[in-house]
């Protein structure tokens, strides 16, 4: 018998690759499927950056919305969101919780039409802080007003500009929703979602989530956790990247339109001057040239179905993202192919306008 023990103080929170737990040591650590350690200091993290009453941790951002919204939703519930949403959460709502006897209201883009859809027997309103892919910044302090005024439940899913430009709980949120895949991890190599708000939805929330299974592994917790260390640095560059990629693509004759929040002529750039420490990473542009050449011609910047990696990544939302919304909705929104959605990374911003220029020039 082995009677030597190790003494260790990690300094990075330890994987507890388990299923279960010795009983009986406590009721919260049961199955890892309700609780493990490292998932659960994921959560403090994003409670924490939040400045949120408390948290939830699910295996997707997707997993995050759907079990947010079971948990809070019954039939006979009203629930508000715009067109302008991420396609599956929009699907979700319109479509699913409709064959479930939940009314689902979509609003066209922009604050005011949001506020407008709001009626007195909304439950839910489930807006994007900024949305992709057309980037319209709602002013999450006048829809949380709104949503007082008649009792409703605000839900804010921030993944794009992420807790270090907007702080959505401190804005009114009653809950936000983030994909950890995406900005927050930053380095795609990981799926997972977070929650924050209130606790005594939170505690709804957690039950359904246990339920349902949605939790998430310890692995991708450690992989969340150990990427959302530099988010701070990660997001400081990329804010900066973006900003000076907006501005110099404006001039570039081989494209018709710049949408970039951080740019005067946008809609929403004053609410976002008020509500945000940076633009964040997403640059959205149309192209005059033909969009599978252009984006064949790209030496360094890749073309794949996500966002918010260290690495300049770019999409054609009618054909990945948004490929299942039909021609009207997607006329609604102003895309069409020639639609580009630029995930900004941390590189040297030049490299990233030369290969657009280059690619646009071939």
């Given amino acids: 018998m082995n009677n030597n023990k190790i003494y260790a103080s990690p300094l990075t929170f330890p994987i507890y690759q388990t299923s279960s737990y010795a009983a009986p040591e406590g009721e919260k ?12 200091n994921l959560g403090l993290e994003i409670r924490d950056l939040e400045e949120a009453e408390d948290y939830n941790v699910f295996s997707s951002g997707m997993g995050a919305i759907t079990t947010t919204l079971l948990a809070l939703s019954k039939p006979g519930d009203r629930i508000l969101t715009h067109l302008d949403t991420f396609a599956r959460s929009y699907h979700f709502i319109r479509d699913f919780l409709g064959k479930w006897g939940i009314q ?21 309103v489930f807006v994007e802080s900024m949305t992709n892919p057309i980037l319209r910044v709602n002013d999450i302090r006048a829809i949380s007003e709104k949503c007082r005024e008649v009792g409703a439940i605000l839900i804010v899913d921030s993944t794009v500009p992420t807790p270090y430009n907007l702080k959505s709980v401190k804005l ?14 930053g380095h ?7 929650i924050a708000g209130r606790k005594d939805l939170i505690e709804k929330i957690d039950a359904m989530r246990r339920t349902m299974g949605t939790s998430l592994d310890p692995n991708s917790a450690f992989l969340t956790e150990n990427g959302m260390k530099t988010l701070g640095i990660r997001m400081e560059k990329i804010n900066s990247n973006a900003m000076k990629i907006a501005r110099i693509l404006e001039d570039n004759p081989g494209i018709s339109k710049i949408i970039y929040p951080g740019l005067p002529d946008h809609p929403d750039h004053e609410v976002a001057g008020e509500c945000m420490k940076g633009y964040s990473g ?5 192209i005059k040239t033909d969009p599978e050449k252009f984006t064949a011609n790209l030496k360094k910047i890749v073309p794949a179905n996500t966002m918010g990696g260290t690495e300049t990544i ?5 054909t990945m993202s948004h490929r299942s919304l039909n021609a009207d909705e997607l006329g609604t929104l102003g895309v069409d192919s020639s639609y580009m959605r630029l995930s900004v990374g941390i590189e040297d911003p030049e490299e990233i306008i030369r290969d657009i220029t280059n690619a646009l020039n071939q």
């Fill in 29 to 40: 650590y049961r199955y890892s499927r309700e609780y493990n350690p490292t998932v659960e």
């Fill in 104 to 124: 689902a209201d979509i609003s066209n883009p922009g604050t005011e039409n949001i506020i407008r859809g709001i009626r007195k027997d909304t439950r839910i």
């Fill in 172 to 185: 009114g949120a009653d809950i936000v929703v983030h994909s950890g895949s995406k900005f927050i991890s």
């Fill in 188 to 194: 795609n190599n990981v799926i997972s979602g977070l």
């Fill in 282 to 286: 997403i640059v959205c542009f149309k």
């Fill in 314 to 318: 770019i999409s054609i939302p009618v």
